[in-house]
């Protein structure tokens, strides 16, 4: 399995509360992700980092917020969490998305709920 | 800007029988991936595809891909029921670094 590992794993947070979540790969992987995923809706991408401080907006990037200062960590903030925040969110990896045969490598994801 | 579109989004079958599951893209994309994911669990890179007439198989999955139909398939041959699991399928589109999904096909194998 590719390293990378999520956390926290399960958290439960207030609305208007801002939350951090972690992505942190041992892959030294250029590429990462963050998804959330919601049931009818799939995975769909909030933002994306190509490299040290390099980030840019996914399709649903509205709320969130992102900072990637070393290579192995990518966090995804919540400035200030609302209800439709609540979901799995899933950090992926690539170690050259332009390479052939680069698949996505995914984290075992954060269920958050903002009640 | 790459949409992707899976059907059916729900797939009851019953073991032995064969299915395809269809996904249709809107635009240039120079490789489509396949992914599996178990309820609860992450997810799980089947197959990569990225030139016309690709072809991949693993066990009872085969992919495959038609560019200028903009269409990608993964058939199941005699299910069992551990192929049960959600079946993603995701394109990269143009020179950017971002991979769009489908909603994902819920395959159920029934006894």
């Known amino acids: 399995d590719a390293g990378i590992t999520q956390s926290p794993r399960h958290k439960v947070t207030e609305t208007g509360t801002p939350v951090t979540l972690r992505c942190h790969q041992t892959e030294n992987h250029r590429y990462m992700y963050w998804y959330r995923q919601d049931p009818g809706h799939g995975l769909r991408l909030i933002h994306y980092s190509y490299g040290v401080k390099d980030t840019d907006k996914g399709e649903v990037s509205d709320g969130y917020s992102v900072s990637r200062s070393k290579t192995e960590d990518f966090l995804l903030t919540l400035e200030s969490a609302t209800s439709s925040q609540t979901s799995v969110y899933f950090c992926?990896?690539?170690?050259?998305?332009?390479?052939?045969?680069?698949?996505?490598?995914f984290g075992n994801g954060t269920r958050l709920t903002v009640t | 800007e790459l949409k992707v579109e899976q059907n059916p989004l729900f797939l009851s079958m019953q073991e032995g029988k064969n299915y395809t599951i269809y996904c249709n893209y809107s635009t240039t994309s120079d490789r489509l991936y396949w992914y599996r994911q178990d309820p609860g669990k992450s997810l799980e890179s089947l197959f990569v595809?990225?030139?016309?007439?690709a072809v991949k198989q693993e066990g009872r999955l085969m992919a495959s891909l038609d560019t200028k139909a903009r269409l990608s398939t993964l058939h199941i041959t005699a299910a069992v029921h551990d192929l049960s699991a959600t079946y993603f399928c995701?394109?990269?589109?143009?020179?950017?670094?971002?991979?769009?999904f489908g909603k994902g096909t819920l395959l159920t194998v029934n006894p």
């Open positions: 595809l990225l030139s016309n007439g």
């Open positions: 995701a394109g990269k589109g143009g020179s950017n670094y971002k991979l769009t």
């Open positions: 992926a990896i690539s170690e050259s998305i332009e390479k052939v045969y680069s698949p996505l490598h």
